[in-house]
């Protein structure tokens, strides 16, 4: 019957939530700035702060590249998620463990709480790494092809005329030039 009610108007449909707009470039500097603090805050250990270190420097770096690739790509998804979630959880998890048995008590096999971590880390680093590598890649894809597009119009390349081997002039007196 509520196909009958909508028809009639007897029935209206439940509003529909906005969803929450995606992270801005802003808001992921702002969770990095976060994760920074709670690092020193809860004096996570220097293995912990270099890892998350070389983490957000790549983030950060990614981020002016992802203006053109988009933050609703694939790449622009996982950069935000292991900005906002990803890298926040991951340290919360271990930091809210005492830090003497975290250090020094295997909980998964041979593995303590800070082995898991750091390598937790270690693969959002490589995976940041490879999004890093994949949106640089573009542009020197684009300098490849122009390059090829001003050898192709102005037909000189590598094997030019132009040289800047002329004769070389005498120094200046007074000149340290040797």
């Excluded at 992802?66 to 790509?73: F, H, M, V």
């Excluded at 979630?85 to 998964?108: F, G, H, Q």
């Amino acid at each position: 019957m509520g196909f009958w009610d909508r028809l009639f108007g007897r029935r209206q449909e439940p509003e529909v939530e906005p969803l929450p707009a995606p992270p801005t470039e802003d808001d992921i500097r702002a969770a990095l700035d976060t994760v920074g603090q709670t690092l020193g805050s809860r004096n996570a250990p220097p293995v912990v702060r270099a890892r998350v270190q070389r983490i957000d420097t790549t983030i950060r770096g990614t981020l002016p590249r992802l203006r053109d690739i988009g933050l609703g790509s694939y790449d622009g998804f996982s950069v935000m998620t292991t900005a906002t979630d990803y890298l926040p959880e991951a340290l919360d998890n271990y930091l809210r463990l005492p830090r003497e048995w975290a250090d020094t008590r295997p909980i998964e096999g041979h593995k303590t709480a800070l082995m898991i971590l750091v390598e937790q880390l270690d693969l959002l680093a490589a995976t940041m790494d490879k999004i890093f590598d994949a949106a640089n890649r573009a542009d020197a894809q684009a300098l490849i092809a122009h390059g090829r597009f001003l050898e192709a119009k102005f037909g000189h390349g590598a094997e030019s005329t132009i040289t800047v081997d002329g004769p070389v002039p005498p120094p200046r007196p007074g000149s340290l030039d040797l």
